[in-house]
């Protein structure tokens, strides 16, 4: 059971209690390592990874991980997050209102795929660890029979505009490589395939991994908690908001709404006009 700060902090705990960080005066250590030995020499990518696990990525393997960030920058102003941080800097609030407006948007369903296809590539895996004699198509075809039993949609398939993104193929491709060099196993890479191909098999149609399933996958095979998967999709995507947002600041238009302002765009399916009864 939770406890409370109080009742914690009364039994002689600290606050905060962190493995990250250790900030004193002129100094400042982030997972035993001085910020001055980090600064310049760590990527983007390997800091983030840093925080996140407590260790240093391979140069390799954090370009890895930086693609999966570029990869999922932007899509464009049909995508919701973005459209939203577009509106926002039409309606004259500070700029990093407008960005958080923008990540707000963030969450189980948009921008949430990539967590779920962890979580379940996660539990694939433990299942193929306690029991060896047990197939990979064996072990996907069960956990498919589980989402339908339960209307869950399988994360990571699918998209609704590419039928072959190109975001897709490069992602694989760099993937495929480190896994010829040694770098990674290539067993989620191998998993998110047989999870599409049985998909596939199912539906009857043609099923596409898209960004969140490889993006899920790469992130496993550099274990990734599958907890974190939303906020690096929000630190990726959150380059496409702040440049949209600012793009539409510059544009200096006001107060855009959602759609067009055309009458034909809005239905309204409420009650007929009415009045309150008159109260004597």
């Given at each position: 059971?939770?406890?409370?700060?109080?009742?914690?902090?009364?039994?002689?705990?600290?606050?905060?209690?962190?493995?990250?960080?250790?900030i004193k005066k002129?100094?400042?250590?982030?997972?035993?390592?001085?910020?001055?030995?980090?600064?310049?020499?760590?990527?983007?990518?390997?800091?983030?990874?840093?925080?996140l696990c407590g260790?240093?990525?391979?140069?390799?393997?954090?370009?890895?991980?930086?693609?999966?960030?570029?990869?999922?920058?932007?899509?464009?102003?049909?995508?919701?997050?973005?459209?939203?941080?577009?509106?926002?800097?039409?309606?004259?609030?500070?700029?990093?209102?407008?960005?958080?407006?923008?990540?707000?948007?963030?969450?189980?369903?948009?921008?949430?795929?990539?967590?779920?296809?962890?979580?379940?590539?996660?539990?694939?895996?433990?299942?193929?660890?306690?029991?060896?004699?047990?197939?990979?198509?064996?072990?996907?075809?069960?956990?498919?029979?589980?989402?339908?039993?339960?209307?869950?949609?399988?994360?990571?398939?699918?998209?609704?505009?590419?039928?072959?993104?190109?975001?897709?193929?490069?992602?694989?491709?760099?993937?495929?490589?480190?896994?010829?060099?040694?770098?990674?196993?290539?067993?989620?890479?191998?998993?998110?395939?047989?999870?599409?191909?049985?998909?596939?098999?199912?539906?009857?149609r043609k099923m596409?991994?898209?960004?969140?399933?490889?993006?899920?996958?790469?992130?496993?095979?550099?274990?990734?908690?599958?907890?974190?998967?939303?906020?690096?999709?929000?630190?990726?995507?959150?380059?496409?908001?702040?440049?949209?947002?600012?793009?539409?600041?510059?544009?200096?238009?006001?107060?855009?709404?959602?759609?067009?302002?055309?009458?034909?765009?809005?239905?309204?399916?409420?009650?007929?006009?009415?009045?309150?009864?008159?109260?004597?």
């Amino acid at each position: 059971m939770n406890r409370s700060a109080l009742d914690a902090y009364s039994d002689g705990a600290v606050w905060w209690d962190t493995a990250i960080s250790d900030i004193k005066k002129n100094e400042i250590i982030i997972r035993g390592y001085p910020i001055e030995e980090l600064i310049g020499t760590l990527s983007y990518s390997q800091m983030l990874y840093l925080l996140l696990c407590g260790e240093v990525l391979s140069e390799k393997k954090a370009r890895l991980l930086e693609s999966v960030l570029v990869a999922g920058a932007d899509h464009g102003p049909r995508a919701p997050s973005i459209a939203a941080a577009r509106m926002a800097a039409t309606c004259g609030i500070s700029f990093n209102s407008c960005v958080a407006t923008g990540i707000n948007l963030l969450g189980d369903v948009h921008g949430g795929a990539a967590e779920k296809a962890m979580t379940l590539f996660y539990i694939t895996n433990a299942r193929l660890k306690a029991n060896q004699d047990l197939l990979l198509a064996d072990v996907v075809a069960a956990q498919l029979d589980h989402l339908e039993k339960n209307r869950e949609k399988l994360g990571g398939i699918g998209h609704q505009l590419h039928d072959d993104d190109p975001r897709i193929r490069k992602l694989y491709a760099l993937a495929e490589a480190l896994v010829d060099e040694g770098e990674i196993s290539g067993n989620y890479l191998k998993m998110a395939e047989e999870f599409r191909c049985q998909l596939e098999e199912r539906k009857k149609r043609k099923m596409t991994m898209n960004i969140d399933g490889v993006a899920a996958a790469i992130q496993c095979e550099l274990a990734i908690p599958a907890e974190a998967a939303k906020g690096i999709f929000a630190m990726s995507r959150g380059m496409g908001i702040v440049a949209h947002a600012l793009e539409e600041l510059q544009n200096r238009v006001l107060i855009k709404g959602p759609c067009p302002n055309r009458a034909d765009l809005v239905r309204y399916t409420g009650p007929e006009l009415r009045h309150l009864e008159k109260r004597e």
